[in-house]
């Protein structure tokens, strides 16, 4: 088994974690709820970056959505949380920003949900920064 490595932005910690792989289907599962707790409150530009088959990638995906204000923005990432407690029983092992809700992001493990405030998202483009990945488009209900 291999490790990666994670960096904690608040605490400044490099640490080794075992890497661990959810089976497809949960994570599939995971996807889904996450997904639909953004359409839920009407998050808007999601996103999903699949970066399972990148070498040094700290997370099997990313998903990626914006809102229009800070209260949307805190909106939508309590719509994620209750969405995956609900179907899936599971919480995220980390959560960051719902103070400022500018970028919320949270970490489910295999997957790490970012919901920006668009100007942020705009500035930190991860879309770019992970541009190896492939990149898949949720269109809004």
């Keep these: ?10 605490t ?11 089976k497809k289907p949960q994570i599939e599962n995971l996807n889904h709820a ?12 999601i996103i999903q970056l699949d970066l399972s088959k990148l070498r040094d ?3 099997d995906y990313f998903i990626i959505c914006e809102g ?12 994620i949380y209750k969405k995956v ?14 103070s400022s809700a500018t970028w919320v992001l949270m970490d489910y493990f295999n997957i790490v949900v970012h919901v920006f405030h668009p100007e942020t998202r705009q500035f930190y483009e991860l ?3 992970w541009s190896d990945a492939e990149i898949t488009e949720f269109g809004e209900i």
Aim: glycine share 6%.
């Design 85 to 98: 407690k609900d179907e899936l029983g599971t919480a995220p092992t980390h959560t960051e920003g719902s």
């Design 68 to 79: 229009d204000s800070s209260t949307h923005v805190k909106a939508i990432s309590d719509s």
């Design 127 to 129: 879309e770019n920064l």
């Design 12 to 22: 400044a910690i490099l640490t080794t974690i075992p890497a661990r792989r959810a």
């Design 34 to 45: 996450i997904i639909e707790g953004i359409r839920d409150k009407k998050g808007k530009n």
């Design 57 to 59: 990638a700290p997370a």
């Design 1 to 10: 088994m291999t490790d990666f490595y994670t960096f904690h932005l608040n």
